[in-house]
Each structure stands twice: as C-alpha cells, then as structure tokens.
C-alpha cells in the first residue's frame, strides 16, 4: 500500500465496453427507430478495440491497477479476448431478430454492461470490487431475460432475479464474514490473514462466496435458475445468459481460491471437486429427455460448468489447472456461442422435432450443428475435446483421479443428448416447413464451428500464452 | 509421404463436400473409388521402401501442442504397415462395391473417405493424443453410416455402437492420460514412451493405466463381455460399413494392444497376462457358440468376428508367459496374431461384401429362407465358399497361417487354453459349413418378401470386382505369406523385447 497505482489505461478494454454502453444508451435515446442499429455497430467497435487492446497488454507483463484491486495478467487477458469476442457474437445475433424493434438500443446496451460485469469479475482482486462486478454483471441480466415481455420471459426474469437476489445476500453476507475472518477485502492482505483465521469463519464466509459465484457460473447448488431462463428468454439473450457471466463466474473464484485462500485449512479443493462431480452429473440427468433445444442446451451449460469446476478444484496442487480452465473456457464460450447461433438462426424450431431433416434444406448450418454439439461433447479435433484433455490431466495431476473418472463417464451420458438432437437433423423425412433459416446467424455459426475446429487444432500456442502466472 | 496418404481421402472427402448439388453420381462414386486406388497406390510404394527390421521409418514429426506434450508424429514399422495395406485394399473394395448405391451418394463417398484418413491415420500414429483423435473420429463417421444408411433398426443400433465404443475411448484417454503424468518429462509421444518405460516398478499405478487401456481396447475389438455392440451395429450396417467395421475397425482394438500396451507397460502385462489369456479363450468359444445359435447370415459372420479376435487376444496373452525358452513360440504367437489381423479384414470383408449381395438379392439375411442358390448363382456360390473355408481357417488361406502360428505359439506357454481354443475352430467349421450347405444346396427356395426380385441373380461386375481381389489376397497370403511375415517378424520381435523388461 505504499504506492498508488490508479492508471485507467491499464482497464482500457472495460473502459471502451463501459464507454460505449454509456454512449449507446444516449445515442439510442436520440437515435431514430430504423437507425438504431448504429449503437449495436459502436458496440461491436468498443469489443473489436478492447480486443486489441487485451491483446497487447497481454504481451506486457503482468500488472496491477488501483491499488491491488485490477489485475491485468492470464487470467484477465484470456477472459477479456473470450468475452468481448463472445459479445461481438451476442450483438451480431441479436441485430436481426430486433431490427427495428422499440427497445432495440437497449438491448444492445444491456449486452454491452453485461459483459462489462463478466470483465470486472475476471479482473478484480478485491472483494468490495467483485461483489460490484457481480451486480454489474446480474442487472443487466435479468432485464435481458424478460427482454421479450411475454409470458416464459417473464417468469424467465422472475425466476432469475428471485434467486439472483436471494444468492446474491447470501454472497454479500459471505463477503462480510470473510472481511471479519481475514480484517480485509484486497486479495493480497487476505493471502496472509486467511490461514491464520479459524477456520470454521472462513468456511462459512466462503460458502456464501462461493453460492454467489456459481450462481452466476449455473453450477450446482445454485442451478436452479438455468433451465427456465434460457428457455424463456430469447435466444440471444439465452446465448448470453449461459456463455458470458460464467466465463467472469470462473475466472473470479479461480483468482480467489488460489491466491488468498491457498494456504488455509478449509478443504476447498475437496468441496470443489464434489460441486463440479455433482453439477456435470445433473445437468447431464436433466437434460437426457428434454425435447426444447434452449432447455436441452441449458442442462447441458450446468453440466460444462462441472468440467469447468475440475480445473478449479485442481488449482492447488496442478500447475497444468490454470490453462486448462482458460482454455476450456475459450473452447467452450466459443462451442456454444455456435450451438446457439444455430438456434438464433431458426427462430421456428424449438424442439428437437422440428430440426427432422435439416440436412436437406440446410446442409452448411446442420454441419456446423454437428460440430458444434460433437464439440460440447469433446470429441477431436475440436477445441473442447483439447480442453478435455487438458482438465482432465489437470484433474488427474492434482491427485482427483476420481474426478477424471466421473467426468468421463458423465461426457459418455451427454452422449445420448447430444445425439438426440443431432440424429433427426441428419435423418431424411420430415414436413419440409417453409422456414428459412435466418441468414446473418447461419453464417456466424458457420463461422463459430470452423473456429472452434481451428482453436482445436491450434491450440498449441494458445495454451502457450495462458500459463503465465497471476499478478501478484 | 505418409502424410499425404493419410490426408488425401479426407481432403478429397472436403472437395466433394463442396461440389455443387447437382453433381453426377457417377462423378462422386469416381473421386472415391479413384482417390481409394491413389492411397492404395501410395501405401504399396511405401512398402516397397520399406527395410524390413530396422524399425520405424518414414518417420514425420511435428510441433503440435508441445505445451501438452502432444506432437503430430507419424511413422510405420512391421506392425502397421500391413494394416495400413490392408486397409487401403478394403476401402478400394469398398468403393467398387458402392458403385451402385443411389441413396445420398455425395455425404456417402464423403463419409467413408473420412472413416479412410482416420483408419490410415490410426495405424501411422505415433503420438497417443492423434491415436486417440483417429480413434474417435472413426466412431463418429462409422455412427454416420450406420444411422444414415442402414437397414431399419439401424438407428438403434447406431446410437448403441457409438454409445459403447465412445466409453471404451473415454477409459483409453484415462490410460493416456495415466501414461502421460508418469513419464518425465511428461509427453503423448509414443516412441519416447515405448522407450522409457514410465511405469516401472510402479505396480499399482501401472495396474489401473492397464486397467483403463484393456477396457478401452477391449470394447473396440471387442471381446467378451464388451462385445454386444457389435452384432447389432453389423447387421444393421450397410455392406460396405460392416465389411470396415468388421475388416478394420476392430482392429483398432488389437492393434492397440500391441502397439501401446504391451509395449508400454510390459509389467503390468506380464503380471495381468492371464485375465487377457481368460478373455481370449472365452471369446473364441463363446463367439463360436452364439454363432453356431444364429439364424441369419450376417449376424452369424459377425459373432465370428468375437471368434476370431478371441485368438489374437490368446495370443498377445499368452506372448507374455514367462521363461526364456519359450521366445520361439511367443515370437510365433504375435506373429500370428498380426497376421490374423491381415486375414480377418480381407476374410471378414468380403464374407460381409457377400452377405450384401445376399441381402440386395431377397431382402432378408433369414438363412432359412434361403436354399439351393448354387444352383442360379453358381459364381455367388463359389465365392461364398471360399470365403467361408477361408475364414475356417482350412490350408491354403490367409486363416490357416495366421491360427496355426496363434495356436502353436500359444500352446507351449498355454497348453490348457490352448486346447479350448483348439475346439473353437471345430466350432466355426461346423457352423460355417452347416450355414454354406443351408444356403447354397438342396432344392431351390428363395423368399418371397417384398422387394425380392423372383430370380436370384448372380455376383454382378462389380460386386465381383471388390469381392474377388479380397479372396485372391486371401489366397496369396496363404500361399506365400513370407513377404508379408518378413515384415511382422522382426516388429514382433522387437515388441518381444519391450515386453521381457
């Protein structure tokens, strides 16, 4: 605390994604309705930038900014270029089906400060900071939720702001406990005051941290929320609900698992190990018989977190957890961000039904349909099946071989699901609907498949830039 | 080299993925049947540059993933260069005998020059994670075929293959997984790890990686009690997707076992010996008599597919018998053990070519239905008995060299095992010639289903094209199998050595 660091270039990622949702929600305000389009278009500007920017301050070494509280290293890099990459494709999604809509701006906006909370999230090392990414990130939420104002958007909204709430005290009242248990909030005061705190203070504090997070991240106890609000809302919005804040939810309680309550009693890898164990495997129960697509990819979000939670639960004790939960996290916002586009581009198809014969009329899309559901599933060469491999050699290192063998086991389940979708989609028959499939979403889930493919095959040096260590 | 032959099908399957729509069938079925013939073509040259006894050669290595330790590292030696010829005269004789399909033919060619890159690229690997991306990829696109082009219960059975093959990966990556955080540094890349030999003295450790490998290669082969995927996917599968499946992806399994197991933990697999003996003789006599219960045709070629990879699993087993004396007749064992490979994808493919021809002809694969073909299909006939007393291992085929190689290597380090295994052969002859004269003697029945033309015609062009150079081979090796065993022997002597540390 001798210095004072407060240089804002340092965030200038958030500060262009923050600039521009502020300077959107004005434009929109002035901004007639055909011409609104423009805010998304200055949206998608600020991510391209902060993009670039993320990109060469990942070349520099890692830093810290306003007093310990921001670290810009791996972690924050990574998270940055996957979420603003991922809100570039939110956007592009979202502009054809609200073309012209009333509240097209808004949307736009509420995309935007959305992804500003995961970016804080990934970033902060202070708990006061983390607990302002998480209502920064949440808010915008649940508006985007409800954003349609029919019947399934508002019970989706209702439902994820009443246990968004809920959770969130809880979060606040762990944050508390911590701050009594270690007399700080900044990560770096913590690490020394942890361990020396009992505890049973600490457990408790982290408990409700951790309710917090993972509600945020979809991942069992705090699940709940999933299924309804990504069927409910639109599929953009959807598309948004299960890729951006769980990447911030990750990155967060990755930084605060490892740094500050590294060298404390409480068994954290153990209860992170059972909750990634517990989430992969209901999720995966739930969604063997559902039949809406946006439900089924839901289920199947609770069950990626669990893959996601085996890095974490390894932190301690494998070097190799830090780019395996970096990359997965890439591969996976990249992977379903494309299963989404798919369903962004047929807004008529909501059941697995409705996809029978899809091959016929639509051969790239339904290419990229397999590619993107065989690659949530992990197989070669696509990006996850790297991640795969890589979480579970974490898992494995870290001494939870149990937890590999779960995993596994659970990746054979999803199997059945996956399948269940893909085997109408390239079976012939069918009624031959009149439906065309929305161009703009089709292309960009071409797109998502390909990279997803050429992120599994490059994925040598992409690893490479994500071991560095954290800043300090 | 290698790598443009592995590559070459799946670039050609890309190019007809973008053909336009209207394109001729003929123009599909073309590209494949050509670009078949192209890697046949090159593998054959690969072998003739080939230096028996000195090890890998055509080696590529390449940077991949290093911070993984995964590398893009490919090569041949005696143990996978007969594979990979043997799977290049498989998909050519695939391709002659699909020239006739009509359904889908586009996503069809695409399909199976896929399943082609990822078989040649399974047996050049030399790194576990691209053995493991081959391995995984070839259940995806043999789902494909199965679920796209098969008889009615096809997607059943589709999703059951899938279902089973894709847990046996998962157990394999485990086994990898294992390997790779016991070696030091740690890596995928199999020559580094054959070398090594990570797991020595670490006896549990190294019991539970052989554990998840044996799991894993078990339900690829498949052996009891992994092996009820199999005959339903094979019935199910369309001709050319069951003689491959048959032919060359179960010996992914067994390959597997002598490539990466043996090898890699040799002692774990000479203290676990016994259970792959048990698992091998069980095989050969449980396969035998479930096909022996079998009323259709191909369900019964596929029961004896269980059969005839119980004997290579007797083998490698039995290779791992102690005492020195036996080095004769362990050589021999895996000797023959590759060999049978070999001889099973030719034999098993074209018995399954066959049962396609059968099927085309009258709809149903019932042999009761059937009696006195000989008589209308005499050419039919002829290369069905063939086929048949070749897959019963009769003198003067690929089979008899292949078993008679297992079988005298296995008896000394054995003899009980051995003997049961003996009586499986009784078994297969029995039930094989039982079904031939069912079928082909006798007073002249054909069914009378829906679809069944009323005449029963005989092998046309080009069912006899993909048929009978599989056959002819059969006999070559069996004939003269030195230029092929000049190959095996010194890899298997070499795998001889890995396993004695």
């Given amino acids: ?472 | 080299m290698l790598t443009a032959i592995i590559l070459l099908p799946a670039a050609a399957a890309a190019l007809l993925l973008c053909l336009p729509r209207r394109t001729p069938r003929a123009v599909h079925l073309g590209v494949w049947a050509a670009v078949s013939a192209i890697v046949l073509a090159l593998t054959l040259v690969v072998w003739a540059g080939y230096r028996p006894g000195e090890g890998i050669q055509y080696e590529t290595y390449a940077r991949w993933i290093p911070s993984a330790g995964v590398g893009y590292h490919v090569g041949v030696d005696g143990l996978s260069l007969p594979l990979l010829a043997m799977t290049g005269v498989l998909f050519l004789a695939c391709a002659c005998y699909a020239s006739r399909e009509t359904r889908r033919v586009r996503d069809f060619a695409a399909l199976f020059l896929l399943l082609e890159t990822t078989c040649l690229g399974l047996f050049a690997a030399l790194d576990l994670i691209l053995f493991f991306v081959f391995f995984d990829l070839s259940i995806v696109a043999m789902y494909f075929i199965i679920a796209g082009w098969g008889h009615r219960g096809a997607a059943r059975a589709a999703l059951r293959f899938f279902l089973y093959t894709f847990v046996g990966s998962l157990a394999l990556l485990l086994g990898f997984i294992g390997l790779y955080l016991a070696a030091d540094p740690h890596t995928f890349d199999m020559v580094a790890l054959t070398r090594e030999n990570p797991l020595a003295g670490r006896s549990a450790y190294g019991a539970l990686v052989l554990l998840a490998l044996g799991v894993g290669l078990a339900v690829k082969t498949p052996t009891v009690p992994f092996h009820t995927w199999l005959p339903p996917a094979h019935t199910e599968a369309p001709a050319a997707g069951s003689a491959i499946l048959a032919g060359v992806l179960l010996k992914m399994g067994t390959y597997g076992f002598l490539r990466i197991a043996m090898p890699m933990l040799p002692q774990a697999w000479r203290e676990y010996a016994l259970v792959f003996v048990l698992v091998g003789v069980v095989s050969v006599l449980y396969g035998a008599l479930v096909a022996l219960a079998q009323t259709e045709f191909k369900r019964m070629i596929a029961y004896t597919s269980v059969n005839h990879m119980g004997y290579i699993i007797l083998a490698v087993g039995a290779a791992a018998a102690a005492g020195t004396d036996a080095a004769d007749a362990r050589r021999l064992a895996v000797t023959g053990a590759t060999f049978q490979m070999v001889s099973h994808g030719l034999l098993t493919g074209a018995l399954f070519l066959l049962a396609g021809v059968l099927y085309e002809r009258g709809r149903t694969y019932e042999m009761a239905a059937y009696s006195g073909i000989a008589a209308r299909a005499p050419l039919f006939a002829a290369l069905t008995g063939v086929a048949v007393f070749g897959s019963l291992g009769l003198p003067g085929f690929s089979g008899f060299i292949a078993e008679f190689q297992i079988l005298a290597g296995s008896l000394g380090p054995r003899p009980v095992a051995t003997a049961l295994a003996v009586a499986g052969i009784l078994l297969t002859a029995a039930l094989l010639v039982r079904a031939l004269q069912r079928m082909f003697l006798g007073p002249l029945r054909l069914p009378d289903t829906a679809g069944a033309s009323g005449a029963f015609a005989d092998v046309r062009a080009h069912e006899g094209a993909a048929i009978v150079p599989l056959l002819a081979l059969a006999v070559v090796l069996g004939l003269v199998p030195r230029f092929v065993l000049d190959v095996i022997e010194p890899a298997s002597r070499g795998v001889l050595e890995l396993l004695a540390r």
């Fill in chain 1, 1 to 472: 605390m001798t210095e004072m660091n407060e240089n804002p270039l340092f965030l200038l990622p958030e500060v262009f994604l923050g600039g521009s949702a502020v300077l959107g929600l004005l434009l929109g305000a002035w901004l007639p309705r055909h011409r609104q389009w423009l805010v998304a278009a200055l949206g998608a500007a600020a991510c391209t930038a902060g993009i670039a920017a993320a990109g060469v301050a990942a070349a520099g070494a890692p830093v810290t900014a306003f007093d310990g509280a921001f670290a810009v290293d791996p972690v924050t890099s990574t998270v940055r270029i996957v979420v603003l990459g991922g809100t570039l494709v939110v956007l592009a999604l979202s502009t054809a089906p609200l073309r012209g809509q009333a509240r097209e701006s808004e949307f736009h906006v509420l995309v935007q400060l959305s992804g500003l909370g995961a970016l804080m999230l990934a970033g902060s090392q202070d708990l006061l900071l983390v607990a302002a990414a998480y209502l920064l990130a949440s808010v915008p939420s649940y508006a985007l939720a409800g954003f349609l104002k029919d019947g399934p958007g508002t019970e989706a909204a209702l439902k994820y702001f009443v246990i968004g709430a809920l959770l969130g005290v809880l979060f606040l009242t762990g944050i508390t406990v911590v701050f009594a248990a270690g007399r700080g909030t900044a990560y770096a005061q913590l690490g020394g005051t942890l361990p020396e705190a009992p505890a049973a203070l600490v457990g408790t504090g982290l408990a409700g941290v951790l309710a917090g997070l993972l509600f945020k991240a979809g991942a069992v106890p705090s699940h709940f929320w999933v299924p309804d609000a990504v069927q409910g809302s639109s599929p953009p919005a959807a598309a948004l609900l299960t890729t951006l804040p769980k990447i911030g939810a990750l990155a967060a309680l990755y930084r605060l698992l490892v740094a500050p309550l590294a060298g404390s009693e409480v068994p954290w890898p153990e209860v992170v190990a059972v909750l990634a164990a517990l989430s992969m495997t209901l999720g995966n129960f739930g969604a063997f018989f559902q039949t809406d697509v946006k439900r089924l990819l839901a289920y199947s979000t609770i069950s990626q977190v669990g893959y996601l939670l085996m890095p974490v639960a390894a932190a301690a004790a494998s070097a190799r957890a830090q780019p395996a939960l970096l990359y997965y996290l890439a591969a996976y916002a990249l992977t379903n961000l494309g299963a989404f586009a798919v369903v962004c581009s047929l807004p008529h198809a909501r059941t697995l039904e409705d996809y029978r014969g899809l091959l016929r009329r639509h051969p790239a899309l339904t290419l990229s349909l397999i590619v993107c559901l065989l690659g949530l599933l992990g197989t070669p060469p696509t990006a996850v099946f790297l991640g795969k491999l890589e979480v579970f050699t974490a898992a494995v290192d870290g001494g939870l071989a149990w937890l590999a063998v779960v995993a596994a086991a659970n990746t054979v389940a999803s199997l059945f699901y996956y399948l269940r979708w893909i085997r109408p989609a390239v079976s012939g028959g069918g009624d031959s609907p009149s439906h065309r499939a929305l161009r703009p979403p089709a292309v960009l889930a071409c797109v998502t498949a390909a990279a997803s493919v050429v992120l599994g095959i490059a994925g040598g040096p992409v690893l490479g830039v994500m071991t560095g260590a954290l800043a300090g």
